[in-house]
């Protein structure tokens, strides 16, 4: 890639001024793809700079010159499509179908859900006397993991760029090469110089210092609650904006009427989607206590169909994105074995006939207490958790005992009782008998699990400030 030793600042692609590197493995061979540029504060401060020169102009664009604008960006994310689907199987060891079907997938789906969004808003409203308008919030700062990298980028840029808001973003450096090809997308697209700015570096140097800066109105994080936790510490002393989108340890409740073969298998499968790294992953599955045995048989079936191997290829699973996950998913399988959970499949080390490369066996614990690490901690790696209920309140409470509050799962052959049991759930957002995930429907967390929302209307919602004059009429 041309532009990988780039930032792209102002309308440019420039040389950065920080002088680290940082090497780019790739999860699947453990050998060095490339050299990241990681930026300073000097390269922070030149792109917020160009944000903040933009933004004038661009948050009086009119609302149909920024949709069309969008919508150019759109027509060349279809096109580089496929491509963006390898580079980040290249870089975070997705495998190429999954690539395909779900990566490259959702960040077209938040393009047109932020386009319908702002086609839809109501950005004027007469109370009375009183004009009550929404407006771009100002120059946003968007930090974003490598799990998913269009989703979490996309999810960010598109909304900002809708409400009118410049931006820096400042992607992971384990997936860079989709967000780099992303940077120059927007730069074919035709959007002004300084409007989307994009600048590499590690969270705490980079990250820091948007977050520190004077002249970032906002900053919106997806990562884990430790990084939104530094965010908004460093955000504080200027009281801006953060929205965060954090770590999550989903509950699955599986009701006793629900059909436990199917919804089981379900729950796995969800489970291990991206190798298990993703936020609202269902990794602590709720049984009935008296039904444990034949919930352990079922999950290690499924959990046993799935096969891993190069990501390239046509295995169910690749491997997990770097050394450092995977030695963090080992330390917790261990630990799972330690406090006395029952090791159902799986277990430590690479599965057989894969001597390199991240790759995690599948693994799945079964009579697991809330009160274990794997139950507690976000292990963000093909792990399932199963523990069992006495009642349908005791599986409320277990649900609930968490620090985290990102999403839940209900499965019940009567809808009225997993309403019921959905509403009870401190969580932001709850998938009732295996409903589909939804691009327009919000998304964030309660708890530790962030604030704000994501998706559709209320991503746009994000980079708007309310404004109300009085007298107006």
Known sequence: MRNLAKFHINGTWVSPRGTDLHPLIDPASEEKIADVPMGDGRDVDAAVAAAKAAFPAWSVTPVARRAAMLRRL????IEAYDELAE?????????????????????QMHLEAAIAALEAETFEELRGTTMISKEPIGVCALITPWNWPMNQLVVKAAPALAAGCTMVAKPSEYAPLSAVRFAELVDAAGFPPGVYNHVLGAGTVVGDALSRHRDVDMVSITGSTRAGIAVAKAAADTVKRV?????????????PDADLEKTVTAGVNECFINVGQACRAPTRMLVPMERMEEAKAIARKAAEAHDV??????AALGPVVNAAQF??????IEAGIAEGATLVTGGPGRPGGLDRGYYVRPTVFGDVRNTMTIAQQEIFGPVLAIIGYASEEEAIEIANDTVYGLSAYVQSADLDRA???????RVGSVWINGAAWDARAPFGGYKQSGNGREHGEWGLHDYLEIKSVAGYA
């Open 419 to 425: 309403r019921t049991v959905a509403r009870r759930l």
């Open 309 to 314: 191997g190069h990501p390239m290829g046509n």
């Open 74 to 77: 759109l027509a060349l994310y």
């Open 327 to 332: 030695r963090h998913i080992q330390s917790l």
């Open 243 to 255: 929205a965060q989108e954090l770590g999550g340890k989903s509950a699955n409740i599986i009701l």
């Open 87 to 107: 580079l980040m199987t290249r870089e975070m060891g997705t495998t190429i179908g999954f690539s395909k079907a779900a990566q490259a997938a959702v960040g």
